[in-house]
């Protein structure tokens, strides 16, 4: 139960900052605009960076805060569950930004397989963490695969949404989502802090 409340504590600021950056990001590539691929692409990885290195830095602080060790056992495991999935999402960014004349398709697929990866690390790390996390993950990797179905069927049908759109999907899954999610881990740690 202490476990499960250090974890929520830990998660919820972080949460709901990426949610709100990650929903920041998606109106301000709908409104430059950024309609290419490769510019999009290095746009939400630039974002997704700047996610990483906040979260790292707002953990270390609350570690800090409690005087922990911020590498800690715990911490390398789920670590190193969610490193494979990362990796393979990041590639996946990396190549669309280094290699040109890729198809659109592959752009477009893009957001729904980082939804895949991104989904699969939390359902890993889920095995050392409480079971939201896992749920959390699922719902990533649902989203994503319905949103990869669509992105194959309209390379199919040859009608594929603008660009524009796809700051939409980024925005409401890794904006809105991780904003609600860190909204509910908010309300539920005081529920779970008077239960213990």
Known sequence: MERSTLYRRALAPTTTLTGCMGMAA??????????????FCLFWMATSLCCLILAGLMVRRQAWVAE????SPPTRRVAMAMLPALCCGGGLGMLAVTQENLPEIFYWGLPPLWMLFYGCALFSAGFFMPRGIKLFGSLFVMTGLLLLSRAVLGSVDG????MAHAHIIMGCSFGFMHFAYGIYLFMTENTSTLES
């Not at 590539?29 to 691929?37: N, T, V």
């Not at 922990?68 to 590498?71: A, H």
């Open 68 to 71: 922990e060790s911020f590498w």
């Open 26 to 39: 998606a109106w301000l590539g709908w409104s430059m605009p950024i309609r290419e691929g490769r510019p």
């Open 159 to 162: 009608v594929l949404p603008s």
